[in-house]
């Protein structure tokens, strides 16, 4: 997706992260179609590289909001920590945790608005996007429960994925069983495979409204 200059801008570390928000956000109404999108959603690469981004990010973003989107993938207080350290010598406030319910803070010498999110949930221990789409899964699907027990099963057989990537060998298994297998996550969400609500994909969809004043 191009990233024009009028709009706002979201930073995310894929293209898995960019297409699954785009599509749960659709689902809460919120258009990233043509000229209708307030927002872009522009992929940084990585981790390193979302937090690199920040302090250019919010410098040129007068006027306009800026957000940014991070995988916890380490014990959730060290990330805040690194995420502060880039805040802070902008003039931006930060509380001691991460808010549960996202951070927003304005910065008035600059006119932005600054948003940051630690996926899954702002307070989860080496959480990513995939813990988030995890609470999409319909209730009770039995596939889940397989997938998990086939996941914990091939890690006795030798599989090679780390712990922390568990929970994606878990999804991309039970998306391998659907009625169109190996759908990729923003196109499994945006064929309704995935369900839009949850406690948590509504308090990000909160968090975005209230970053981007939608």
């Known amino acids: 997706m191009g990233v024009s200059l009028e709009r706002s801008i979201l930073h995310v570390e894929g293209s898995d992260d960019q297409h699954s928000i785009i599509h749960l956000l659709s689902r809460y109404d919120i258009s990233f179609d043509g000229n209708h999108r307030r927002v872009d ?3 940084q690469g ?11 990010a919010v410098k040129t973003s007068a006027g306009r909001s800026v957000g940014f989107v991070i995988d916890a993938d380490r014990a959730i207080a060290d990330r805040w920590r690194q995420v502060c350290s880039k805040l802070n ?7 001691p945790a991460p808010p549960e319910a ?34 999409l899964v319909p209730t009770n699907d039995p596939l889940i429960r397989h997938a998990e027990e086939s996941t914990n099963t091939a890690v006795t057989c030798g599989a090679l994925f780390t712990t922390n990537d568990k929970i994606k060998a878990v999804l991309h298994s ?3 069983w659907q009625r169109a297998p190996g759908l990729p996550f923003g196109t499994a ?9 949850s406690d948590v994909a509504q308090q990000f969809a909160n968090w975005f409204k209230e970053v981007f004043r939608i």
């Open 41 to 43: 959603v522009q992929v």
């Open 46 to 56: 990585n981790d390193d590289r979302v937090l690199a981004a920040m302090d250019v």
């Open 89 to 95: 010598p902008l003039g931006l406030e930060t509380p």
């Open 102 to 135: 996202g951070y927003v803070q304005d910065l008035s010498s600059l006119r932005v608005r600054v948003g940051v999110w630690l996926m899954p949930n702002n307070k989860q221990d080496f959480g990513k996007l995939e813990n988030l789409l995890r609470t």
């Open 174 to 176: 039970w998306l391998a």
């Open 189 to 197: 969400l945006k064929a309704k495979v995935f369900e839009a609500h």
